[in-house]
């Protein structure tokens, strides 16, 4: 069930810094990552719930599979989104990063990231 069934209006969506970095520094090497995450982006801030719940953190957390256009292995050597559910007016999103290059990120990693956007 979508979030936007209880709230008819837009997210706001928040970039932490982490992500903003990340994002210049892949876009440095793949060209479409912009426009390979803005509909993932468009449906969050619609209300949608994307992507797999990450267990055993304090926070809301959710990691997205994003497909890379740029290199052709589909959604399994694409983009990890993950984004935090702040409230029921934002969505947070925390970092990004391409699974061909990095394993998953840990868990202090994430609560890092989010204490310095606090």
Known sequence: MALNEF???????????????????????????????????EKLQSGEILGDKIPRLEYILYKVRVRNSDVQKGKSGGYRLIYSLQNTDQITLVTIYSKSEQGDINANQIRRILEETD
Do not use: C, F
């Open 7 to 41: 709230y008819k209006k837009n997210l706001e969506i928040i970039y932490t810094s982490e992500l903003k970095r990340n994002l210049r520094q892949l876009a440095k090497k793949y060209r479409h990552i912009r426009s390979d995450i803005e509909p993932v982006i």
